[in-house]
């Protein structure tokens, strides 16, 4: 079975096979290898290189976006997509890349408290356009490009899910 | 007795295991988000007391008061934020003929005070930040305000009286700057607090931040303890505290417990409280507030003096005498640091990250403290605070402290959301931090140049990430698979088992 998986902006062809009893033939780009997978817990896998012995655990979870996959190793995590299924994780500034239509994404669940642009309204790159508050904390989402509002799909006090578009720019 | 705990989250766990430690029953509060919180379930008995917003829960006094009445808890424990600093509530618990597990309302409301606490520091013969000492009139003169700022000296703070949180202030490097700078601070103060006083203030430049936690009884002792060090701070708020300082010399830790001790006997404080100050690079300390409470970073002072002030708060409220020993409480055993877990994505500017905890593993192991207010299957609110829990590291030496709190942060397991774990894990390698080189505004200067994701892992890493992401997806299909095929014989087959070991 062969796998397109995506992280952070790097993406890799995967082809796994069973060579055994929990054991994997895993080819990265190429490069093949032999792993002894157990499964532990809900999300868990031990991971040990047939060849070295090396040990690796990550932990694979859904994340609050969707679409979007979390792989946990050693204290940090990182997003991922299975073949190319869309993840609307936004960047720093709660953007997504900066061509074309652009969203303004609801980054974590919350509640729309303002929106700073009206439709129509011509936006530079890195402008604040809605304040979603969430935690008690107000957080500025920008706008991800320069370019002309084309539609809001909220008002003040809607309450939304992370993922949610709120803002259309264009 | 019996203690309601009139708080949620970590706090609220912390009180309820000192309560269990000490064979008193404990009452726990909840709204409608919290039902399945930690807390409820590990108190002995729990009241629902509404909707989950602050203001309509946590936040209402009588039903708080109300809950306790038809428990019969006769003590109340405020933790920290919600009620804890507030007088009002305090004396509400006292005319329930409640037993209040903190200060009295008389001295919550001296100290909540900035300009009070600082007159009260100032006849203790503390010293305070340098300023004038009263706020200028709205007319006042420009030439009036310029000879106050000279005599001062340069750089300085112009500060809204009634201010907090960063409005309504201002830094002024040189005497052009001034009229700008004050009228800018009070437009903003106007705006915010409806309070459009200034005043000014000497900038301590890269001050560090350190804190005397004291235990005072009913009875006129109070006992101070060792210092401890928050300077590391993002906009103004702390994320990682340690004890002892790196700063702070025997010699100079007793002439500060001695100036916080001074002020709590000066206005008759009782039970646990914070006094606060500013450390500058010459040595000198400045009196900035003090907090009538226990403080979110409780914890590392327990660790490096095993006293559990929490218990100790509870048999001072009894009445009971103080026994502590001066000199041990201010002794540090060792070195203890504590990171702030918060449901936050460093990555995203800090933006809050609620939501469903799918799994967890909390860091153990020797010298490792972990004070959490979460579990598996608990969905983060997003109406409260979003820090979940506190990992404290303890070790012989710092060195120890931080390479234990570095193998700690690895092993801790949130998995669904996001925390703030990896940018521990990323700090604790930095140098400045490791050579406890830093003031108050190290962090935020760090992480103003900083771009890069906290999440980084090198290509070993990033290929195992893939790996195992794709293994997953062909473990799941394949079982996806194995349950279309032979799902029905399966399923019967545990039936059939569960069947068995019934009748074993």
């Known amino acids: ?170 | 007795m019996k203690i309601l705990v009139a708080n949620r989250g970590e706090i609220a766990v912390r009180i309820i295991r000192a309560c269990r430690e000490m064979e008193i029953p404990s009452v726990a509060v909840y709204s409608d988000c919290d039902r399945d919180a930690r807390h409820v379930r590990e108190a002995n008995q729990a009241v629902h007391i509404g909707p989950s917003p602050a203001s309509e829960s946590y936040l209402r006094i009588e039903r708080i008061i109300d809950a306790a009445r038809r428990t019969g808890a006769d003590a109340v424990h405020p933790g920290y934020g919600f009620l804890a600093e507030n007088a009002r509530f305090a004396a509400a618990c006292r005319d329930a003929g409640l037993t209040f597990i903190g200060p009295s309302p008389e001295s919550m409301s001296l100290m909540g005070s900035k300009t009070a606490a600082r007159e009260a520091a100032i006849r203790a013969g503390v010293p305070v930040v340098p300023g004038i000492d009263s706020p200028f009139a709205g007319d006042a003169p420009d030439d009036e305000m310029a000879r106050a700022a000279a005599d001062l000296g340069y750089p300085l703070l112009v500060k809204a009286v009634a201010g907090g949180g960063g409005k309504g202030m201002r830094t002024v490097e040189k005497p052009s700057d001034l009229p700008g700078a004050i009228q800018t601070a009070r437009s903003e103060a106007g705006a915010a607090f409806g309070d459009s006083a200034v005043y000014l203030e000497r900038r301590i430049l890269q001050p560090r931040h350190i804190e005397i936690q004291l235990l005072g009884d009913h009875h006129g002792t109070v006992v101070p303890f060792v210092e401890r060090e928050c300077s590391i701070q993002r906009r103004h708020q702390k994320v990682v505290e340690e004890s002892p300082s790196l700063a702070v010399r025997p010699e100079l830790r007793r002439r500060i417990a001695a100036a916080a001790a001074a002020v709590a006997r000066s206005v008759g404080y009782y039970n646990a409280g914070t006094i606060e100050f500013l450390l500058d690079e010459d040595g000198s300390f400045y009196f900035l507030e003090m907090n009538t409470r226990l403080q979110v970073e409780h914890p590392v002072t327990e660790m490096v003096t095993s006293l559990d002030l929490v218990q100790w708060q509870i048999r001072i409220a009894r009445g009971e005498r103080l026994q502590i020993d001066p000199d041990r409480a201010l002794t540090p055993y060792g070195h203890a640091i504590e990171c702030r877990i918060y449901a936050e994505d460093p990555d995203l500017g800090f933006m809050p990250s609620p939501g469903l905890i799918r799994g967890l593993r909390p860091a153990s192991g020797p010298g490792i403290r972990d004070d959490s207010g979460v579990g598996v299957g608990y969905t983060v609110p997003v109406f409260y605070d979003s820090m979940i829990a506190k990992l404290v590291a303890w070790g012989s030496s710092r060195d120890e402290a931080i390479a234990r709190m570095r193998r700690a942060l690895a092993e801790y397991q949130v998995l669904g959301i996001r925390t703030t774990i990896p940018f521990f894990l990323w700090l604790m390698h930095q140098p400045e931090y490791i050579a406890g080189a830093y003031d108050t505004t190290y962090l935020d200067r760090l992480l103003a140049s900083r771009r890069e994701s906290f999440n980084e892992l090198d290509a070993s890493e990033e290929d195992a990430a893939a790996i195992g992401a794709a293994l997953d997806a062909y473990l799941r299909a394949s079982t996806a698979a194995a349950g279309q095929n032979g799902g029905a014989t399966s399923l019967l087959w545990k039936r059939n088992a569960r069947a068995e070991a019934l009748r074993g």
């Open chain 1, 1 to 170: 079975m062969t796998f397109e998986i995506e992280i952070g902006g790097r993406s890799r062809t995967i082809t796994v096979e069973k060579a055994g009893a929990g054991v994997f033939g895993v080819t990265v780009d190429g490069r093949r290898c032999e792993l002894d997978a157990a499964r532990v817990g809900i999300y868990g896998l031990s991971l040990l290189d047939r060849e070295s012995g090396a040990s690796r655990e990550v932990q694979v979870t859904p994340s609050s976006v969707p679409g979007e996959l979390l792989i946990t190793l050693d204290g940090r995590a990182v997003a991922c997509t299975v073949n190319g299924r869309r993840s609307r994780r936004p960047g720093p500034d709660g953007s997504g890349s900066a061509h074309g239509e652009q969203a303004v994404i609801a980054p974590m669940p919350g509640r729309v408290v303002r929106i700073l642009v009206a439709a129509g309204d011509e936006v530079a790159v890195r402008q604040g356009i809605v304040v979603v508050e969430a935690m008690k904390m107000e957080n500025e989402l920008r706008s991800p490009k320069a370019g002309r509002v084309k539609e809001i799909t909220v008002v003040p006090g809607t309450s939304v899910e992370a993922g949610r578009v709120l803002v259309v720019i264009e």
